[in-house]
């Protein structure tokens, strides 16, 4: 009978915005991720948890030591937000729309549209990127032909899908995707190996324990590499995971060769250009309503293609590479 009525008790109790914040604040102390506090939150209240995007913005305040858990007093005037919130925004996930960054920022998207266009910013691939690059944006001619001479890369990257509804609450899963692309000249071409597959939300620490996985399969898949001392040349953007602290000091550790990425640039990576566009097709109209519904999709699609359609997103690379030498890391189409 006891437990009979504590469960009525949960099914009549209505949390309310700011007993809701205060949860979000208890694992912010406890150093849970925004999305980890999102998905306790909807385990435990459903319909009545804070939407992913609003579980992060109140990190974001948190971490600006902002505690203020009541609603601040607002006036007629609109809303107004500093460039650098924005830019802040962007750095973090550069692929966020209109939409989620007007939700973030409490304005409407017109608003963000007018502040994304002083500062220069436009639409490329899907991501936010300058309008027009700046010399000190662009990376060595010198340095780039150097992918011409090698015949050993790693290459990867991650990409947000909005496609996961639970209890009509959709948030954002991130698919990150590694090819351990072992690329050499040859009369057939080039040959690339397998894909390996990870769902993570990634952070610092989880970007370094992929490369630590990534290590080990590439020991137990490529040792011939180690037995002649080959250097594993990693192609990756300048996304903060990638360019962290704790990363560049364990690529170091490796004595892996981090090859010069364009800033902001969405065309060089196979992931970017070849994986993840023919993907986001597949999920155009498509809606799951758990985690395990969408790790079952991807997996029957990447199990649906054959290796030669990994081998196209590989084959050109160099042609990509050529054009990246040609414009001086300057956008191309």
Known sequence: QSNFLLVLKMSIFVPNKVYLRGILLHYFIQTKSAAEAHRILVQTYGDNALSDTTCRDWFRRFKNNDFQLEDKERSGAP???????????????????????GKILHVDESTVSKRLKGLGMIQKQGHWVPYELKPRTTASTAEKKRFFSSHRIVTGDEKWFSNLQLKRIEFLFRLMVTMLCRIRHAETGFDASKIMIFNLRIKNV??????????QALKEKRPLYAQRHDKVILLHDNARPHVAKPVKTYLETLKWEVLPHPLYSPDIAPSDFHLFRSMAHGLADRRFHSYEEAQKWIDSWIASKDMSFFR?????LPERWEKV???DGQYFK
């Open 325 to 327: 030498v040609s414009s």
């Open 206 to 215: 989880r970007h370094r324990l992929q490369l630590m996985r990534l290590n």
């Open 312 to 316: 196209r997103g590989i084959h050109v």
């Open 79 to 101: 809303k107004k937000f500093q460039d650098k919130e924005l830019e802040q925004l962007l750095d973090e996930d550069p692929s966020q729309t209109l939409s989620e960054l």
